[in-house]
């Protein structure tokens, strides 16, 4: 069983857009933070969006106003909608999770604080 699972990679040419998908399965008496994460080969992972305790979104500086990151919870699943695209955002993506601290904002919350953690789903885009 994974909490976690992604889908939605691909390849696509620089300018085009896809949606990530995240379905998790989480206990559903806690609150979570969310994030979307990246990672290309030989660079450190780093966080592309959070979504928070009370839906509060963050993004990073080098996706902003090109990616938006949003939650059905209806329907268990984190998305990641990717416009835009450049030839630099082809990495591994990852869904993670962490509890969300008490009364805390998500955005400051390090890598290793994210408890939960995809597969990852790969994004490759070509000039």
């Known amino acids: 069983h994974l909490p976690l699972v992604e889908s939605g990679g691909g390849s696509v040419q620089a300018g085009g857009s896809l949606r990530l998908s995240c379905a998790f399965s989480?206990?559903?008496?806690?609150?979570?933070?969310m994030a979307w994460f990246r990672q290309a080969p030989g660079e450190d992972r780093e966080r592309v969006a959070s979504?928070?305790?009370?839906?509060?979104?963050r993004h990073a500086d080098s996706v902003k106003g090109r990616f938006t990151i949003s939650k059905d919870n209806a329907k268990n699943t984190l998305f990641l909608l990717m416009n835009s695209l450049k030839t630099e955002d082809t990495a591994m993506y990852y869904c993670?999770?962490?509890?969300?601290?008490?009364?805390?904002?998500?955005?400051?919350?390090?890598?290793?604080?994210?408890?939960?953690w995809g597969r990852g789903t790969q994004v490759t885009v070509s000039s």
């Open positions: 979504i928070g305790n009370y839906d509060a979104l």
């Open positions: 989480l206990n559903a008496d806690r609150r979570y933070c």
């Open positions: 993670a999770a962490a509890v969300a601290p008490e009364g805390g904002a998500c955005w400051p919350l390090s890598v290793g604080e994210f408890t939960y």
